[in-house]
């Protein structure tokens, strides 16, 4: 039989032939002659190598085809397990377990010396199928940028592709193959603790960070070696759980998911991401592990998705507590036959499947299917060509994983920059003096690892940049910075104890033992002392992850008595935000003299705070996500639904949609954000009241920077649709553009309208422009816009 491999291996081609860098990458697999790239581990007895040329991508199939062919049932039902290297599974059981074919790949190690002890023992298997290495790489991998919503904030795609493209980097010189990002569940309940991890609540703007997260994180296929496989999750509508409840259900009608939540998953995926991960949620009924509908109709069908599909952990057993599946056999049929593709944390399918198989209740074309997607999702990951291609050599291995030389401050300190949002600036009471004494206060002020924030991948918070760190470089001999602790980020010991419970191996929250009183005094003795008040609050990191779900969205009782005690002082009290989700901030909004929403900013935000509080960077973010009034407000979020008694701001609220107790709307509003100069608007203009099918019209507006200062702001294009076939929103978001400007200086920006941008799902599904009027509006918020009416014929 025609060998699976090609191309023979030549056993003088040994580990000194795996490229370490992105150039070397290139130039070997791009050489004239196209020859393999194979790699010998260093263990006794390992025979030779197969390898497969850098085939062309068409011979891809071919290639799969063949050696799926070559494959027993227990090796192809290997292929689909993916194991954490850990509490799992030790390394030594892992190592043979791979060697017997038992396991297609692992997640969570970022050890180079350890994957090539893994891809030593995959290469001492039967047909030698090289493993991948996965990990949760979000914002950042050793160099922390941003979250997800830090990053939103910015709306400036090439810093968020500069954020991925830095994290592969990192990444791939840790052995990573793929992770498990971009995270774009539409986000529109606070409570949810994963808000952090993702995007916001609008899905045009998830959709262009899909795209350049998509791009960063993995360039073109095949895969790069300076670049990672990108598995978007989670697939689907995650962020929509029942009550912000993490891992509940979802209820959702066709329509809106279409509408709605379902565009950012499309386009990571037109954008070319190799995975999807499955959600946990169950949707409609019906847990996305198991549901045919989502993962072959939609998925596969509809979309024509191609690549490899990833199961949350441990979510293939948990359809027995769902209850969908009676037991574990039930449950593995279930996921197989949906097309679950690989098992994380898997016991099910190797035990499991086998039987299924020889009863008839599972094909093995059914197998032959995902066996298919993960030795293609290898293929595009250049794991044939060359099983070490992100390992490398041993002699090349860092001495120090966390070495300041593997860092890339200077990247993170630029999107940190970029990604905050001022809220409040009273009497410009920023950017503040170097020259004056700042009392800076607060739990947060000097909390390293809250720096990072959560799903913070290999970063390490030893090379944090806190604030107080920031601030003191930045003022140097000028002034003075006071610094007092003034409250614990809580003084509930319970949710201390869940944190801390919930970060595993360190604690992550340490408590003062002084007295809350006798911590305040001391911050308002720093703030008599001095001319400005930093106070900086929040959430510890872990408030704002996974499994952290809240009731409340006001900042804990510790943090706003310190504030209290603040304002009393009369000093100008500054409030930085350290946060994973919209506050509620009705009571700080009215006792602080100015906000600055930071979220988490990574490992420079210490220095990156430090300049926009100082005035040598102008805030240029945007709120990607609504801030509600409370939390009685929840959901608030820009795009709702018209409705037939809508409630009208300086209009009597009787029998209209509102809330008595408080002012109906967010307290910020989405694409919301403040500047240390001014910008203004003109009026909007069309090229034509009337759009042809097919045809297009131009919005114009002129942004003119009316203040002293240069400064960025995001100019944002919103459409109405004013009479549809069903109940349409009040808004949608379908352009932007970033501007810089120097005082003084007018810029003319020109947006194209299409049917692309006035096209919706209507009730039967179909995507649709319909005639009639639409309202184009720009502003500088989803509030504050300028607007003009044209007619679709």
């Not at 970022?110 to 990990?135: E, S």
């Not at 998509?214 to 070696?225: E, I, M, N, S, Y």
């Not at 019209?697 to 004013?722: C, H, P, S, W």
Request: hydrophobic share 40%.
């Amino acid at each position: 039989m025609k060998s699976a491999f090609p191309i023979s291996y030549d056993p003088t081609q040994t580990e000194s032939r795996a490229p370490r860098n992105a150039s070397s990458a290139r130039t070997a697999r791009d050489s004239a002659l196209m020859k393999a790239v194979c790699l010998v581990a260093l263990v006794s007895g390992l025979s030779a190598l197969p390898a497969q040329a850098a085939a062309p991508i068409e011979n891809k199939r071919a290639f799969i085809a063949e050696l799926v062919g070559k494959m027993t049932l227990d090796e192809k039902i290997g292929q689909l397990r993916l194991i954490s290297i850990g509490p799992e599974m030790p390394i030594a059981q892992l190592a043979n377990e791979i060697t017997a074919g038992r396991v297609g790949g692992t997640f969570n190690s970022v050890n180079r010396p350890h994957n090539r002890l893994l891809q030593d023992a995959a290469m001492k298997g039967r047909l030698k199928i090289p493993m991948f290495f996965a990990y949760d790489v979000i914002h950042g991998h050793r160099t922390t940028f941003p979250i997800g919503l830090g990053l939103a904030s910015s709306w400036d795609m090439d810093a968020i592709r500069l954020m991925a493209s830095t994290a592969a980097k990192e990444a791939a010189g840790d052995s990573v193959d793929m992770t498990f990002a971009p995270m774009v569940d539409i986000a529109r309940d606070p409570r949810w603790g994963r808000t952090s991890e993702g995007f916001g609540e609008d899905p045009y703007l998830v959709s262009e960070i899909a795209k350049a997260t998509v791009k960063g994180f993995q360039g073109t296929l095949p895969v790069p070696a300076d670049r990672i496989m990108a598995s978007v999750k989670h697939f689907a509508l995650y962020g929509a759980v029942e009550g912000g409840r993490d891992y509940n259900t979802v209820d959702m009608s066709p329509m809106r998911m279409y509408n709605d939540y379902l565009p950012p998953y499309r386009a990571a995926i037109d954008a070319g991401a190799g995975g999807v991960m499955v959600a946990l949620n169950s949707i409609n009924g019906v847990p996305a592990t198991s549901n045919t509908w989502l993962m072959q109709d939609l998925l596969r069908k509809e979309w024509g998705f191609k690549g490899v599909s990833v199961s949350d952990h441990g979510a293939i057993v948990e359809l027995m507590r769902h209850g969908v599946a009676k037991d574990e056999r039930e449950a593995a049929r279930l996921a197989i036959k949906n097309g679950i593709d690989l098992s994380m944390a898997d016991s099910v399918y190797l035990k499991e499947l086998p039987g299924l198989v020889k009863s008839g209740e599972v094909s093995t074309n059914d197998i032959d299917k995902a066996v298919t997607e993960v030795l293609g999702a290898k293929y595009d990951m250049g794991l044939f060509q060359n099983p070490y291609l992100r390992i490398g050599v041993a002699k090349d291995d860092p001495a120090d994983l966390d070495a300041e030389s593997r860092l890339h401050r200077a990247a993170a300190r630029e999107v940190a920059r970029k990604s905050m949002v001022l809220l409040e600036n009273r009497n410009s009471t920023l950017p503040l003096a170097k020259s004056k004494t700042i009392a800076l206060v607060g739990p947060l002020a000097d909390a390293p690892i809250d720096m990072l924030g959560s799903w913070s991948a290999a970063g390490n918070s030893k090379n944090a940049v806190t604030l107080r760190t920031g601030l003191n470089a930045a003022v140097g001999t000028q002034g003075r910075v006071l610094y007092a602790r003034g409250a614990n980020i809580t003084n509930d010991e319970g949710i201390v104890k869940y944190l801390n419970f919930l970060n595993w191996d360190t604690p992550e929250v340490t408590q003062d033992k002084r007295t809350p009183a006798a911590m305040i005094e001391e911050a308002v003795a720093a703030a008599r002392q001095s001319d400005v008040i930093v106070a900086a609050v929040g959430e510890a990191r872990g408030m704002s992850h996974e499994s952290s779900s809240r009731t409340s969205l006001d900042l804990p009782q510790s943090q706003r008595d310190l504030i209290t005690a603040l304002k009393a002082t009369g000093k100008p009290l500054v409030l930085v935000l350290m946060n994973g989700r919209p506050l509620a901030l009705q009571r700080e909004q009215q006792e602080a003299d100015a906000i600055l929403e930071t979220w988490y900013t990574g490992m420079e935000g210490g220095h990156a705070i430090a300049e926009v509080l100082f005035g040598d960077y102008n805030p240029s973010g945007k709120l990607p996500i609504s801030f509600p009034r409370s939390v009685g407000q929840i959901p608030t979020y820009y795009n709702h639904a018209r409705l037939g008694r809508p409630f009208t701001e300086g209009k009597p609220g009787n029998y209209t949609s509102q809330y008595f107790e408080e002012v109906t709307g967010p307290l910020y509003p989405f694409g919301y954000g403040l500047s240390y100069t001014d910008f203004a608007l003109s009026d909007v203009v069309l090229s034509g009241a009337t759009m042809p099918r097919g045809g297009k019209i131009e919005a114009a507006v002129t942004v003119k920077n009316m203040g002293q200062r240069a400064g960025e702001t995001v100019v944002q294009l919103y459409i109405q649709d004013v009479a549809a076939s069903v109940v349409r929103p009040v808004k949608e978001l379908k352009d932007f553009q970033k501007v810089a400007l120097q005082p003084g200086e007018e810029k003319v920006l020109r947006f194209a309208i299409d049917e692309s941008k006035l096209k919706f799902f209507n009730a039967q599904l179909q995507h649709v422009a319909e005639p009639g009027a639409f309202n184009v509006q720009i502003g500088l918020d989803s509030q504050a816009v300028k607007q003009k009416s044209f007619e679709l014929q």
